[in-house]
């Protein structure tokens, strides 16, 4: 259209004999440009108006043949290679050189994506490629269509897997966040055994926490054992992320998955929602009927709500549950409470300061024997903090368990100015024995390991 413009104001110029710099406005260019148009018509007529590139290949062009080998080779052999590494391989083997651009251009024209694509792109070619289907009317260029639709969508594929055989072989947990009561948002901790069906554990927390989880894994223990695996997603929760700092009291994944490696309980984690339906399913239950059943119960705070589940999961069980009498537990024997409340707590490394005191969550301790004697350790010793199930804080010195005592920032009370009753002996405080879950050179040789395993896995 440009040079057909130009050639009727150039030829209209010179019929007429009309105004060059009138022209030179219309076409946007300088008189001097005129005057070499004007030589041009006059010499080669419309011809000179054509662009010298007309239906000329650029120089960097790549042959159609060759073109239509690089895009069949793909569809035959490589259509699960991700296009970058497509091109690399076509330049080791047949030394040309493409870009990944240029082939994703050339395999969108045959209504292929990269296996790599995102959600989005998948949708906008489906998209596409139903407005095509709607405009053709020839039955082959239907059924052409209409295959690539259902190869788009097989790559989004999740089919059905039975259920495992066996009560206990498979826990799936997950937390949902939901306004559970009117201006409350809380996290629905929740665990369904994927044979059954049955919640076998459910925790309110206003966010998705360890403590949550340990809740969670809490009722499991006391109410049926010790399963086989819990199936996760990868929350910090269970799954190692941070490489250049394993000892931060941000870092979870150490503390679930340590509480696991004691009781040999396997962990597994998906980034895929659909690969753990069961729990997914389960939430979107229990965000339908727990919000009408908390208001029919008048439960207004947190703590009301974690109460009311417990009578709660039992009729809710009784319910959905499947009750089947083949199915076999494979849940080992409940361990002790005294063995699960060392087992589900909280490992911090700390060191001894110039107080001889070890700081922890903003407060001050100093360490004391059962028979309440403080405990004087050197300057920067190293320790580890134990924050048991039931609350009670420990600390581990050169494996020697010792009660960590609060140091208060004033004195209770004066000497010179108060009249202080004589206390009764204090008694004698139970310390757990050391064994294996709060042994330090055990656990921090887990952490290597775990740092490790994350590396490799990077």
Known sequence: M????????????????????????????????????????????????????????????????????????????????????????????????????TLNKWLRDENIISPKARKKTKKILKDSLKAQLKMTRSKKSQNDIKEAISIIDSKNAHPRRPRCKYMGEMIQMDASSFEWIDGHIWHLHLAVDDATGEVVGAYFDTQETLNGYYNVFYQILTNYGIPAMFYTDRRTVFEYKKKNNAFDDDDTFTQFSYACHNLGVDIRTTSIAQAKGRIERMNQTFQSRLPVELRRAHITDIESANKFLKSYLKKFNDMFALHLNTTKSVFETQPSIEKINRTLAVLSPRKIDSGHSIRFQNRLYLPVTENGTSVYLKNRTDCMVIEAFDGNLYVNVLDHIYIMQEIPKHELYSKEFDEVKKEARPKKKYIPPIDHPWKQASYLNFLAKQKHRSGANV
């Open 2 to 101: 440009n040079e057909e413009n130009k050639y009727l104001i150039i030829k209209k110029l010179v019929e007429t004999n009309g105004n060059k710099n009138r022209a030179a406005i219309k076409l946007g260019c300088t008189v001097r440009t005129v005057n070499r148009l004007i030589l041009k018509y006059k010499k080669y007529g419309k011809a000179a108006f054509i662009h010298g590139n007309r239906g000329r290949a650029p120089a960097t062009t790549i042959p159609l043949d060759i073109k239509n080998r690089i895009i069949k080779l793909y569809i035959d052999h490589y259509c699960d290679t991700n296009f970058t590494h497509f091109c690399e391989i076509i330049y080791d083997d047949f030394n040309v050189k493409i870009s990944d651009t």
